[in-house]
C-alpha cells in the first residue's frame, strides 16, 4: 500500500510539473506591471503568476499559524 501512495504522489507531481511547464511556454508575452508608481521590467506573463502563486503559498500557512495562535489565547 505504501508503494502505492509513493507511485501516485509521483504522478501527481510529474503531472502538476507538466501543467506548469505548458504553462509557462503558453505565456511568453511580456508584459511590465506598474503599481503605485513603481514600474517592474518587461516579463514574461508566467513570471508573474507563477511569483504570486509561491507568495500565496508562503502567505496562507503563515496567516493559518498566526490565526490559531490567536484562536488558542483567546480560549486559554
Known amino acids: 500500500m505504501r ?5 501516485v504522489a509521483v504522478l501527481i ?8 511547464l505548458a504553462f509557462v511556454l ?5 508584459v511590465a506591471l506598474t503599481f503605485l508608481g513603481w ?11 507563477v511569483v504570486a502563486l509561491i ?3 508562503l502567505i496562507g500557512p503563515v496567516l493559518g499559524v498566526v490565526i490559531r495562535r490567536r484562536r488558542g489565547k483567546a480560549v486559554a
Open 13 to 20: 507531481a510529474v503531472l502538476a510539473a507538466l501543467v506548469v
Open 55 to 57: 507568495v500565496g503559498m
Open 3 to 7: 508503494g502505492v501512495k509513493r507511485v
Open 26 to 30: 503558453e505565456n511568453q508575452q511580456g
Open 39 to 49: 514600474s517592474t521590467a518587461q516579463m514574461p506573463v508566467a513570471v508573474f503568476v
